[in-house]
């Protein structure tokens, strides 16, 4: 059964979208197969991995709202073992349709019950606010993953997403531990940043990855191309940080197993 992954930040504009794609990119190249649900009306997931968005095809809106099964939404991306349930922006319109819905926090985690079983990893790219399809989002994931930016205000706004992790741990009865805390858009060449990344490591401590995400000019061209970074240039430093991410995630969950298995 696949591990959820929610990832999610309130704060626009932190590599969110850019962490889906490529750590999904990342996770595939190891010979897994992958799912990424792009769980924000902007669609930015699915145009950054080359899905079209065509009049009348079937997206995450119309399984959150109409009956629609996932499985006949999910598409295959060019990325090997990549899969992506893709939207548009009808999805804006899920906040609406979904309040009066009995169960409306677990639509998302009972739609991923249909086909979970088939993925090693799922990602759900969370859209930047504390609204229904966030609250889905992470009530469905087994772990959050935060990105936050080396900037000023990296920490703007962080508070109040762990409290609401906090009240979804005490309302859902979910321990929803973090995945962690990925330091993105590091330029180490400013003092500005390494005094941010510094700050946060002194912050969080150990929930904090170890991989940090560079700022990349073939980051930000990538998904323009329709393709992860890994796909577009694949020697570049982008492509070798989110290939790191990859491989911690995984030794830190055959640790995690172990340490399971021992008791």
Do not use: W
């Not at 009348?56 to 073992?81: F, H, M, P, R, W």
């Not at 969370?126 to 935060?146: E, F, Q, S």
């Not at 979804?168 to 390494?194: H, Q, V, W």
Request: some cysteine; proline content about 4%; aromatic content about 6%.
């Amino acid at each position: 059964m696949a591990k959820v992954i929610a990832i999610t930040n309130q704060k626009g504009g932190v590599g969110k979208t850019t962490t889906a794609i490529n750590l999904g990119a990342s996770l595939a190249a190891n010979d897994l197969k992958v799912l990424v649900v792009d769980a924000d009306p902007q669609g930015n997931t699915t145009t950054g991995l080359g899905i079209e968005k065509k009049e009348g095809g079937a997206t995450l809106y119309n399984a959150l709202t109409q009956g629609v099964s996932l499985a006949d939404v999910i598409v295959k991306t060019a990325c090997e073992g990549l899969f992506l349930v893709p939207t548009d922006k009808n999805l804006v319109a899920a906040n609406l349709d979904l309040v009066d819905r009995p169960q409306r926090e677990f639509i998302l985690d009972q739609l991923l019950a249909q086909v979970k079983d088939s993925y090693a990893y799922v990602l759900i790219d969370c859209p930047p606010a504390l609204d229904l399809l966030t609250l889905n989002g992470l009530v469905a994931a087994d772990t959050v993953l935060i990105p936050i930016q080396c900037e000023f205000f990296a920490l703007e706004g962080i508070s109040q997403l762990i409290d609401t992790i906090e009240r979804i741990r005490e309302s859902f009865n979910k321990t929803l531990p973090l995945e962690g805390i990925l330091l993105t858009m590091y330029d180490d060449r400013t003092n500005l940043a390494r005094q941010v990344a510094d700050d946060l490591r002194e912050f969080f401590q150990h929930e904090i990855f170890a991989t940090v995400i560079p700022r990349s000019i073939k980051l930000a061209e990538a998904p323009s191309y329709g393709k992860p970074i890994l796909m577009y240039d694949p020697r570049s430093k982008g492509a070798e940080s989110y290939i790191k991410l990859a491989k911690e995630i995984l030794e830190n969950d055959q640790r995690n197993r172990q340490t399971q298995s021992a008791r």
